[in-house]
Every structure is written in structure tokens, then in C-alpha cells.
């Protein structure tokens, strides 16, 4: 009797327990909230230009210069899940004497937001401020320095990332792929097996482009609730350097995106423009130039009216697919790490070689104020320091951030790196994410990071002088953010 007893009773709380799990579950959604900011960083005064050897000062603009900021935060009720800010500069690189500035001014402005949670990349235009005092030099006494201009436009910079914070608001979120030709491989190869950037082509010797190209128009976009578009994040493989040896500040072929998108959605939608992997990629033309040429004639564009032309044409054949496709459950997960990567090891002749040239570049710039020999010069003398600091450390490590940023089913890594194409599609080829962004040029000014088959051919951004990481420190690079990536899902 016990023992029937006993058994109703397990069958009763048995079945009463998987009924309640065949229950519905109520689900708690998180709460998106969404802010955006843009700002003019445009100096008033001439200033020197970075992306060259040699010296320039501006004289006038052509383009302004500006930043655009989008914030993202996940919430359950008062409760932060997660956050994230990330800030498009039209900048070459992000300096360590600027990222410091911003970091202060930040402290400032937004004391309460957790500066490793901002993703600070540059477009890679080669027509705005140097940031690194002593870089260039001029007799021209109204030049800002770099420095002053720091201060300037962080302030400026942080200022909009506080008015993003402070404004952000319940939003929802697509995304989508576009395609657009814009990037070029830079390098090409030779019967020989020598690789040279921007090499002939017409050359009789000449065999192959060096590299893969990346064509992809990644674009999010984010609405608020009454369905008005706030923002889009816009990843094209490509630096900004159609204009690059121009003497007037100029925020290249973004600028002509930003106003070509800002015509179609309005001058209030944010566009925050981000450079995919393209450390061996450039909009110049590498071959067919004078039918391209005459194709935008014919359109009656300049080269970056034409290349805005083919970006804006790509993230609208998106937009208008995924513009019925919003969401407001949004996952936010943010991840930044600071990566330890083997440094590319300078070699015997290497060093004597360079040892040599920097001797005589710099005596050259001694002698004449060459300012394009200084640059030269000391490019060189620094892999002469390199090498002799083996004898103390033989296998010297590179410290880089990097981020991983997961919106919904897209996902951002980051790198600080000019990063060769080859780096970059392995991270989108094996990403767990059903959209997978990759920026180069994020929260540091590093070296081109160039891929095997680069090494071997040689030229300039595969020469040691242009490198601090190499292949195998890009290969770490792709795992560790991949791994960074899976820990998202």
C-alpha cells in the first residue's frame, strides 16, 4: 500500500513537472537604445598634413574633416547588459599623442563612460592633420601643431560623443550586404617574382595583381521608434586616398559618400564610415584606367564623386531590401583585448642595409632640410634600433587592442593594423556571424601587416621598414579574434 502510494505521488509531481515545462516561459527582451553625433574637426588655420614623407601644409579645404559617432547599449530595465561607442574620424591614423587627448577630453565630457568601450577609427584620408609634434617642419609661423590640433578636435570629438549618449533612445536595427568596386590591389607582380605597389601594369614584365580585393558594402542601420533613420555604419575595404598627395584638407571619397547618402535620408542621418582590411588595396586605378576614365567623364564626376557614386548605389540596394527586415531585440556584446603578437625579427643584412640608408638619408636632411629624407631616414633608422635590441630580447612582442563588437547577428573586430586583404577574409570566411565587419586602423597607428606571399615579393608595405608585425603575427592576429568572435555566440 505504501509503495502504490508512494509511486501516485511521484507520478502526480512528474507529470505536474513537465507540464510546467511544456509551459510557454515568458522571455524578457532586452531594451536597444541607440545615439548618434557628428562634428565638424576641421581646423581654422593651416596645419601640416599626415600620409607623406615629405612635409605639406594645407592651404585651404577642399573637403571638411569630421567625426561621427554612433553609441549602442543593451538594457533590462535599469540594468546596462552592455555598451559600446564606436567613432569614425577622418583621420590617416589614430596617434598615440591624439588617442591620449581624446582619452582626457572624454574624461571630461563623458566621465561616467568606460573609455575601452569606444571604438576610435580612422578613414585613412592622407589630407588631414599630422598628429605627432616633430613629424614636419616649416618656416611658416601660423602652421598649428599638432598637438594644439589634438586638443581641438578631441574636445570637439567628445563633446559629440557626449551629445550621442546623452540623446540615445529605444531604436531598432537592420543590416545588409551591397557590393561596390572600389579597391584596387595595389601590388603587382613581375616575371621576376618582385612585387611593387602602385607598379606598372602596361609593363611588359608585368604578370599578375599580387592580391585578393575585397568588393563588400557592409551597412547597419538603426531607427528609432517612430521608424526616422538615425544612423548607418557604412565598411568599405578601402582607404580614403584618391586625393592623398593634395595640399588642401580633404576628407577624400567619404566626404562625397556622406553628402551623396545625406541627400537621399537627410543631413541628420549620421554616417559613420569604417575602412575594412585593405592594407594592400587603394581606389587608384591599376589597369583599363582610360576606359574608366572615360565612363566617368562621361558622367561629368571627379574620381571621388564617382567611387561615392558606386558606395552610395551600395549600401541603397541594401537598404531598400533590408529597410522592412528591423529588429528590436537586439543582442550588444562587446569585447576589447589587448593581444601580445610576435614582432616580424629583423634580419642581419636588413639591418646593415638600413643602417647604411639612414646614415644617408638623414645627413642628406642635415645638409639640405630635405624633409622628404628626414622621413625617409628615420623610417630606416628605426629597424637599425630594432635589430640591435635583439641581443636583450629575441623574440620582442607587439601589444595591440583589438575589439569585438556583436550586434544582433552582424559582428565588428577591430584591428590597428594596415591590414593585408588576405588577414581580413579569413576572419569574414570563418566568422560565426551572419555579417562579419572587419576594420583595420582602430584605437592605434599601427604598420602595414602584410601577408606571406607579399613578404616574399617584397616593395614598399611588405619591406621591413613598413612592417612591425608580420605574417605570423597576423596569422595570431586572425585566431585570436576569431576565437574572440565565437565566444559571442
Known amino acids: 500500500m505504501k509503495t502504490s502510494l508512494v509511486r501516485i505521488a511521484f507520478t502526480t509531481m512528474f507529470g505536474g513537472l513537465l507540464v510546467g515545462l511544456m509551459l510557454p516561459v515568458p522571455v524578457c527582451r532586452a531594451e536597444f537604445l541607440v545615439g548618434a553625433a557628428s562634428c565638424d574637426i576641421t581646423p581654422d588655420q593651416p596645419v601640416f598634413l599626415a600620409g607623406q614623407f615629405h612635409a605639406r601644409v594645407s592651404r585651404g579645404v577642399s573637403c571638411p574633416v569630421t567625426a561621427n559617432v554612433l553609441v549602442l547599449e543593451s538594457r533590462d530595465g535599469d540594468k546596462v547588459l552592455d555598451a559600446a561607442m564606436i567613432v569614425s574620424m577622418d583621420t590617416v591614423v589614430i596617434r598615440e599623442p591624439f588617442h591620449d587627448a581624446f582619452k582626457a577630453a572624454m574624461g571630461k565630457a563623458l566621465p561616467d563612460f568606460d573609455v575601452n568601450k569606444v571604438i576610435l577609427a580612422a578613414t585613412h584620408t592622407h589630407s588631414a592633420p599630422c598628429q605627432t609634434d616633430g613629424s614636419y617642419t616649416s618656416d611658416d609661423p601660423n602652421v598649428m601643431q599638432p598637438s594644439r590640433y589634438n586638443a581641438f578636435a578631441a574636445e570637439k570629438i567628445a563633446a559629440a560623443a557626449a551629445e550621442a549618449w546623452k540623446n540615445r533612445r529605444p531604436a531598432t536595427y537592420s543590416y545588409g550586404l551591397g557590393h561596390a568596386v572600389v579597391a584596387y590591389n ?3 607582380v613581375y616575371a621576376d617574382g618582385s612585387a611593387v605597389m602602385y607598379g606598372k601594369t602596361n609593363d611588359p614584365n608585368f604578370r599578375a595583381i599580387e592580391g585578393m580585393e575585397d568588393h563588400d558594402v557592409n551597412s547597419l542601420f538603426f531607427w528609432d521608434a517612430k ?6 555604419l557604412v565598411n568599405v575595404s578601402c582607404p580614403a586616398q584618391e586625393v592623398e598627395s593634395s595640399n588642401t584638407i580633404d576628407a577624400d571619397y567619404w566626404g562625397e559618400v556622406r553628402k551623396g547618402l545625406h541627400e537621399i535620408h537627410g543631413d541628420e542621418v549620421v554616417v559613420v564610415g569604417l575602412c575594412g582590411a585593405a592594407g594592400d588595396m587603394s ?13 566617368r567623364e562621361l558622367r561629368k564626376l571627379t574620381r571621388n564623386q ?4 558606386r558606395i552610395v548605389r551600395g549600401v541603397e540596394e541594401a537598404y531598400e531590401v533590408v529597410e522592412n527586415s528591423k529588429s528590436a531585440d537586439v543582442v550588444v556584446k562587446h569585447q576589447c583585448k589587448v593581444l601580445e603578437l610576435p614582432e616580424r625579427i629583423v634580419t642581419e643584412a636588413e639591418y646593415q642595409s638600413c643602417k647604411a640608408e639612414a646614415e644617408k638619408l638623414l645627413k ?5 632640410g630635405d624633409s622628404s629624407a628626414r622621413g625617409k631616414g628615420n623610417w630606416n633608422a628605426r629597424i637599425a634600433a630594432r635589430y640591435e635590441k635583439l641581443a636583450e630580447t629575441p623574440h620582442p612582442l607587439f601589444s595591440t587592442t583589438v575589439n569585438v563588437l556583436r550586434i544582433g547577428d552582424a559582428v565588428l573586430s577591430t584591428n590597428a593594423f594596415e591590414l593585408y586583404t588576405d588577414f581580413g577574409i579569413q576572419i569574414k570566411a570563418r566568422s560565426k556571424a551572419n555579417l562579419t565587419l572587419v576594420v583595420q586602423l582602430a584605437n592605434g597607428g599601427g604598420t602595414y601587416l602584410p601577408s606571406e606571399r607579399a613578404v616574399q615579393g617584397g ?31
Open 306 to 309: 564617382e567611387i561615392a557614386r
Open 227 to 232: 521608424d526616422k533613420l538615425l544612423a548607418m
Open 186 to 188: 595595389r601590388r603587382a
Open 459 to 489: 616593395g614598399y608595405g611588405a619591406v621591413i621598414q613598413s612592417n612591425t608585425v608580420g605574417p605570423e603575427g597576423g596569422q595570431v592576429l586572425v585566431e585570436e579574434t576569431l576565437k574572440m568572435i565565437d565566444g559571442m555566440w
Open 283 to 295: 581606389p587608384h586605378l591599376r589597369y583599363r584606367q582610360a576606359a574608366d576614365d572615360r565612363m
Open 364 to 368: 642628406r636632411a642635415e645638409e639640405t
